[in-house]
Every structure is written in C-alpha cells, then in structure tokens.
C-alpha cells in the first residue's frame, strides 16, 4: 500500500497533511501508512478509498502497477 498510496496522492496533488485532513487522521497517520509501520483502519481506508477515488483493492494490494489498475 505503500508506495501505492504515495503515489496517487502525488499524483492528485494533495500533500500528507492536506490528504490527513481530509481522512480526519492525524498526518503522523498517513506518514506512517505510506511508511509501512501501520496499517490503516477500515474507517480511514474507507475514506482514502473515496477521497482518491482508487478501490480498497487496489491501495491495499502489495505489487506495483499502474494508478488505477485493478487487473
């Protein structure tokens, strides 16, 4: 999810604590999900889920690929 995560935030523009804002977490939070020292709960994955626009699937799977690719 990591590198996942980093990059479609980029890629929509947000900066860590612009995208934290917007999940209602903390930017340590984000920080750390990007990191891979902790795992994000289903409320906040939730919300990066709608707020990226990405399915859970595809932030939360492990191998790279294209942003949006779901195959």
């Known amino acids: 999810m990591r590198q996942r995560l980093r990059a479609?935030?980029?890629?929509?523009g947000l900066m860590q604590d612009q995208l934290a804002k917007l999940v209602e977490a903390k930017n340590a939070t984000i920080s750390r999900i990007e990191?891979?020292?902790m795992n994000p709960s289903t409320n906040v994955?939730?919300?990066?889920?709608?707020?990226?626009?990405?399915?859970i699937e595809y932030l939360?799977?492990?191998?790279?690929?294209?942003?949006?690719?779901?195959a």
């Open 45 to 55: 994955a939730l919300k990066l889920q709608g707020i990226l626009k990405q399915p």
């Open 8 to 12: 479609v935030r980029q890629a929509k």
């Open 60 to 70: 939360l799977r492990r191998d790279t690929g294209r942003i949006g690719n779901t």
């Open 35 to 37: 990191a891979g020292t």
